[in-house]
């Protein structure tokens, strides 16, 4: 998952979701669950209280709320960060996680909407702006509301009472009592998801939670076993069932629905309406399983279709497939995409990614892959690492999840497909990105905003097993890394752990562009890059593939999405736009592996449910680390 925009500065350094979720979650690496409170006389107030604790009370007491109702809600939504005034990638801002989500958030986040002309509608829905309703409450300004914290737990507060005045009639001091309140606060559409939300809540009081915040404040929430939850106020809020409660799921996979929030997507009827899904994107959550989902329940324009359990491969799917999940940061990829999430951490994958994770996603995929007509192969599954940016000024803080620490082989030969023997053909062929996982130890630096469970707290270099191998300018272990002109123009590469640019993962095929010895050259994101590949023993020649190159002299633009021309769109209808990715092309002279076939461009309008086809192709295209796509017309397509 991704952090706050507090880390804009460090875009690369960016992963999935938020902070509010990431700071819940080094709870469970720390100590496998959160901290049980001693029960405390004052109903949940520690003796020595900090500032925040006693902001807590105040604005609990102010509007007679429960302080433990109010402490529990802002844990389960913040774990009681208050992100320094900044928001986090859902458009929440304070410990209460109060929204306010903009057209750009909607456009740079994971649904990727740059460039729609409904942007503006996507992010106009009510439940994406609590900030105003608290500011309506309280009197206090939307400026107080995102920035200071003690005005933010005060606008929490009042819309928790505000909602329980709705539901109840009247404020209780007995916390059970506000169930339906705390229901209602999670913003959901569905039942289930409030549900979800308030069960997590309600949690958390009975067994109590302590945490030192991001800020290095002592919180605490006494547990307390003897409040009883009215479940029954759920029915007062009136909220519809979720249209579905079927999972779409292999049976030898444990699976239950919970549905996403209904802004966190788009209704559709793929592939049945003419939307082809081809392709599908593995993600880490960098959280808790439980947090994931609950994060996916509350509107803010994230989801991913399912969520999968570390301990045991355990599935909870929240989008149906024939609708689109806002989940890759790319709306052409959301378009044609199924997406899944695997509980865990980039910075710890080997860890968290266990075999029942694995072999739950193998049995997963192939009945997706089944169901859809999905290559199985590393050109359509992908990681989240791998899509394209849809807009240049976006390349650079496009996800990096799962990590390094995938293991790619393993996932692909429990799908049945084997790389074949190692080796390494002649200048111009293909060859697939191939390490032995277990063997493949690389040296990468890990920082502390690499790392949302805490564990990390300086900057550090470790040695791991990794799915990658190191791109440099030459055939030399002392040549600069390759440094990816999204992420460093004009300079070298790094080894940061979120560095993706030097990267070439296990399954990417890329076509040879020289041989030195130990080392051999490919063509990658526009020039020549080299890795270290003795006896061909880190990759394995590839055959049946399409390549693609320069149809003429000049260099090939390079695009993230896939729309349709402006004049292709019916009367009525806003064109969406794109441009070229301006610091890429493919030049003259060089080559790169293609899908088998191209696809029309194509787009989306949930609102008619109108899919409107382009008449030009595109190949969706190797090309670094991630993907790009040309225009067919552009390039020379050969089978190598």
């Known amino acids: ?91 929440g801002f304070g410990p209460m996680h109060l929204t306010d989500v903009t057209p750009a958030m909607m456009a740079g986040g994971d649904a990727g909407a740059v460039g729609r002309g409904d942007v503006a509608k996507l992010a106009a829905q009510p439940a994406l702006h609590t900030v105003q309703a608290a500011a309506k409450l309280t009197g206090l300004s939307v400026e107080e509301l995102r920035t200071d914290p003690a005005a933010n737990i005060r606008g929490g507060a009042a819309l928790l009472a505000s909602y329980q005045e709705a539901v109840a009639g009247s404020r209780s001091a007995d916390p059970g009592n506000w169930y339906g309140a705390v229901a209602r606060y999670s913003q959901a559409g569905e039942r289930q998801g409030a549900a979800a939300f308030a069960g997590r809540v309600f949690a958390a009081i009975e ?15 006494a547990a307390d076993s003897d409040v009883v939850a009215r479940s029954g106020q759920l029915k007062a809020l009136d909220l519809k069932s979720a249209a579905t409660t079927d999972t779409e799921c292999p049976a030898t996979v444990a699976c239950t629905f919970v549905p996403a929030a209904a802004s966190n997507g788009q209704v559709s009827n793929r592939p049945a309406n003419g939307i082809r899904i081809d392709s599908i994107v593995i993600h ?10 609950n994060f996916f329940t509350q ?10 359990r570390s301990s045991d491969g355990a599935v909870t799917q929240m989008v149906p497939t024939k609708d689109l ?47 859809f007509g999905i290559p199985l192969d590393r050109q359509h599954i992908i990681g989240h690492d791998n899509v394209a940016g849809p807009k240049s000024s976006l390349v650079s803080g496009m996800h990096w999840d799962p990590g390094p620490s995938w293991d ?16 390494v053909g002649p200048v111009g062929s293909v060859v697939t990105i191939a390490p032995r996982f277990e063997d493949n130890l690389q040296t990468v630096q890990i920082c502390p905003s690499d790392d949302p ?37 004009g300079a070298a590469g790094t080894d940061r752990i979120n560095d ?39 990759t394995a020649p590839a055959h049946g593939v399409k390549v693609i190159s320069a149809a003429g002299d000049a260099p090939v633009a390079v695009y993230g999405s896939s729309y349709p021309d402006a004049s292709e769109y019916p009367a009525g209808l806003s064109p969406s736009t794109q441009a070229p990715l301006s610091m890429y092309t493919v030049p003259a002279g060089q080559a790169y592996v293609a899908t088998t076939a191209p696809s029309l461009t194509d787009d989306f309008f949930p609102s008619s449910g109108r899919v409107v086809t382009g008449a030009k192709a595109m190949y969706t295209v190797q090309y670094n680390h991630r993907v790009a796509l040309v225009y067919a017309a552009d390039v020379t397509a050969t089978d190598g």
Request: net charge negative.
């Open 325 to 371: 999940a806002f989940h890759a940061g790319n709306y052409s990829t959301n378009m044609h995409s199924i997406g899944i999430e695997h509980e865990g951490y980039a910075a710890h994958g080997a860890t968290w990614y266990t075999e029942a994770q694995y072999e739950a996603t193998a049995e997963l995929v192939k009945y997706l892959a089944e169901r």
């Open 207 to 221: 067994k109590g939670v302590s945490r030192t915040t991001a800020d290095g404040e002592q919180v605490r929430l």
């Open 1 to 91: 998952m991704s952090s706050s925009n507090s880390r804009r500065g460090d875009a690369a350094s960016r992963r999935r979701r938020p902070v509010l979720l990431t700071a819940v979650a080094a709870l469970a690496v720390a100590g496998g669950a959160a901290v049980p409170a001693p029960a405390l006389a004052d109903g949940g107030i520690a003796d020595s209280a900090t500032t925040l604790q006693q902001e807590f009370a105040a604005a609990a007491d102010a509007y007679h709320v429960p302080r433990q109702v109010l402490l529990a809600v802002a844990y389960e939504e913040s774990a009681w960060d208050t992100h320094a005034g900044q928001h986090s990638t859902d458009g």
């Open 408 to 423: 790619w082989n393993h996932l692909m030969s429990l799908l049945g497909v084997h790389t074949g023997r190692h080796g």
């Open 284 to 293: 880490d959550t960098e959280s808790s399983y439980d947090a994931a989902v």
């Open 299 to 308: 509107p803010g324009g994230s989801a991913a279709h399912y969520v999968m």
């Open 453 to 489: 469970t805490g564990a990390t707290t300086a900057c550090t270099e470790t040695q791991q097993p990794s799915d990658f191998l190191y791109l440099r300018t030459g055939p030399s272990d002392t040549a600069p890394l390759f440094g990816d002109q999204a992420l460093h123009p």
């Open 500 to 538: 993706w640019g030097a990267m070439a993962a296990a399954g990417q095929q890329f076509v040879v562009a020289d041989r030195d010895g130990d080392w051999t050259a490919i063509w990658y994101g526009g020039s020549k890059v080299w890795f270290y590949n003795p006896h061909g023993c880190n």
